[in-house]
């Protein structure tokens, strides 16, 4: 006579959830193509030398990048420099790209919170890396010189200074960067408002002080700004 049917298989089948990585890949490369077509890659003088910086696109001919600038040598303008802010870090470039609607913040809660986001990062040959990275972020100090409360980022997540970090939907968190011992992530409406300061696109009077002084603006900038 045939052996019995084992139930206890065909029941651990339908209670095991179908594999998903094949879903999460997709995701991540469909935000990947968002994400890359509002960044551009562009050698600048920092600290650290003169290397790609990723930038996020603020306007038509116009990015923002930022890098550490405490050595008065990082001050100096390559070609595509147009401002820098040595406080912040926070550094204008010109692009050939043409205007294109800047990623649109994300809208986070306040509280501490664990999550993925999608860092997107320069590589040595001038590409942008994406790629999902599970992080801790945790309500922190103002960070002084962009006069903005910054997210404390957690030491084990292995993201460097200068990495823009994004959502699932293309949404920019905000963007990685050193503040004393701490390294923080400085939010995505921060970032726009320190680098319209730094254009003059935008009226900031009664706003407080960025970190910014102001300056005349070279010839290439009002160009670029309007």
Known sequence: SPAPTNPVPPLLAQLAPPARFS??????????ERIRGSLVVIPLKADDGVKPRAAVQIGAGV????????????????????????PSG??????????????????????AMS??????A??????????????????GAVAPAWRSPAWDLSADAEITPGTFLFTSAAELIG???????????????AFYAAADALTGVTDVSGTGWMGIEA????????????
């Open 122 to 139: 320069p590589t040595p040959h001038g590409q942008i890396d994406v790629r999902p990275v599970y992080v801790s972020l945790y309500p």
């Open 215 to 226: 300056i005349s603006l070279s010839p290439r900038l009002a160009a670029a700004t309007g």
């Open 175 to 189: 963007v990685t960067v050193r503040t004393g011992e701490r390294l923080a992530v400085v939010p995505a409406p």
């Open 63 to 86: 990015a923002a990048a930022v890098a550490s600038l405490a050595s008065e040598a990082s001050l100096a303008l390559t070609a595509q420099s147009l401002a820098t802010d040595r």
């Open 23 to 32: 879903e999460l890949a997709a995701e991540i490369n469909a935000a990947g």
């Open 90 to 111: 926070l550094m204008l470039v010109a692009t050939d790209a043409p205007e294109i609607s800047r990623p649109r913040p994300a809208a986070l809660r306040s509280e």
């Open 115 to 120: 999550l993925y986001v999608i860092a997107a």
